[in-house]
C-alpha cells in the first residue's frame, strides 16, 4: 500500500511542512549528511512544530513550561521513519532538530514556512515564533512520497519595528550594545553567578529561559490575541507548568525531571534561579 508523507504528517497534527532540495540549503555540519549516507543530492523535508499552550507562563519560558522536545522528536521520527522505511525499502530517512546538518531557519524560510525576524527566529504567520524547525532528510524523491521539492523563495524579513531590540534586558540585540550574553544562555549557565548575572536574573524574573523578544513582537501578539498560537499537537498540550517553585522541582522524581526542558543540565542551575527568585521575593 502506498504509504504518503502529507497523511502520515496529518495523524500527526503536523500542517506546515515542505520540501527543498539541499543543494538549495546552507549545508552547517557536512559530516552529519555522511555519517547517515545522505549526498547533496537528497531532499529536507522542513517543518513546524508550534509548541504554545495558549497561555503565557509566569515565570519560565514558553518552551520549558511544555514537556522536553527531545522526547517528543525521539518518538515522532520513530513513528515516521519505520513506516517509510518499510513503505520504502532502499531509501534512507532521517529525522533531524537543533543538532543538524543544515541551517533550519534558513530552509524552512526557503520553503516559504514562515519569515525571519530580527531576533533569528522564524515566524510563521499563525504560530508566531513558537515553533520548532525539524526536517526529514531523505534520499527518497519527494513525488514518490506524494510531496512536490519546493522551488526556494527569497527569504522574507519581518516588520523591522525594532520591538524586540529594545526590550531585550541583555541589549545583546542592539546595534553597539555591549553583547551581554544571552538571557537564556545566562539562566541556563552551570555554576555560581556574578552579581550581575543574578541582578539580571532577577529582573528578568525567569527561573528558565527568556521569551521577551518574541513576547513584545507584533506576530505574537496577533497570534495571541486571536488564540491561533495555540499548538494542535497533544503531546505539547499535556503536563504543562504555569509556575516553577523549587518546592515542585525538588519533589520530581528523575523520570519526571527529565522529561523536563530543564533537564539537560541538571537539577542545580534551575534550583540556583528559583532559590534566587524566591529568596528575593
Ligand atoms: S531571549 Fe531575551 S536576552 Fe535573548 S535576545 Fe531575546 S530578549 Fe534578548
Ligand atoms: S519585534 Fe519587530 S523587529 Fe523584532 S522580530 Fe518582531 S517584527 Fe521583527
Known amino acids: ?12 497534527h503536523i500542517d506546515t511542512y515542505g520540501a527543498l532540495s539541499l543543494r538549495h540549503c546552507r549545508i552547517l555540519k557536512p559530516y552529519l549528511l555522511e555519517k547517515n549516507g545522505l549526498t547533496a543530492d537528497a531532499t529536507a523535508i522542513f517543518m513546524i512544530l508550534p509548541y504554545h499552550g495558549g497561555v503565557t507562563p509566569e515565570n519560565l519560558s514558553v518552551y520549558a513550561s511544555v514537556r522536553d522536545y527531545h522526547g517528543y522528536f525521539e518518538g515522532l521520527y520513530r513513528r515516521l521513519t519505520e513506516r517509510l522505511s518499510a513503505a520504502y525499502p532502499g531509501y534512507r530517512f532521517c529525522g533531524f532538530t537543533d543538532h543538524s546538518p543544515v541551517d533550519e531557519v534558513n530552509g524552512a524560510a526557503r520553503c516559504g514556512l514562515g519569515l525571519i525576524g530580527d531576533n533569528g527566529l522564524l515566524i510563521h504567520p499563525r504560530y508566531a515564533s513558537f515553533v520548532y524547525v525539524a ?3 531523505t534520499d527518497a524523491p ?27 534586558p541583555s541589549d545583546c540585540m542592539r546595534e553597539g550594545g555591549s ?9 541556563q549557565k552551570k555554576g555560581e553567578f556574578t552579581p550581575e548575572e543574578a541582578a539580571a536574573v532577577l529582573a528578568l524574573g525567569s527561573a528558565w529561559g527568556c521569551d521577551v523578544c518574541q513576547n513584545v513582537c507584533p506576530y505574537t501578539k496577533k497570534a495571541m490575541a486571536t488564540g491561533a498560537i495555540r499548538t494542535p499537537i497533544p503531546y505539547f498540550l499535556e503536563d504543562t507548568i504555569s509556575r516553577l517553585t523549587k518546592d515542585y522541582v525538588e519533589s520530581l522524581t528523575d523520570g519526571e525531571f527529565n522529561a523536563r526542558p530543564f533537564a539537560w543540565r541538571g537539577k542545580a542551575p534551575i ?8 529568596r528575593e521575593k
Do not use: F
Not at 502506498?2 to 495523524?11: G, H, N
Open 142 to 168: 519527494p513525488a514518490l512520497l506524494g510531496l512536490s521539492a519546493a522551488e526556494p523563495r527569497p527569504v522574507q524579513a519581518c516588520l523591522h519595528c525594532g520591538a524586540c531590540a529594545k526590550a531585550c
Open 271 to 278: 534550583l540556583r534561579n528559583l532559590e534566587l527568585l524566591e
Open 179 to 187: 553583547k551581554r550574553e544571552c538571557m537564556s544562555a545566562v539562566t
Open 135 to 137: 526536517e526529514l532528510i
Open 1 to 12: 500500500m502506498d504509504v504518503r508523507l502529507p497523511e502520515l504528517l496529518a495523524e500527526e
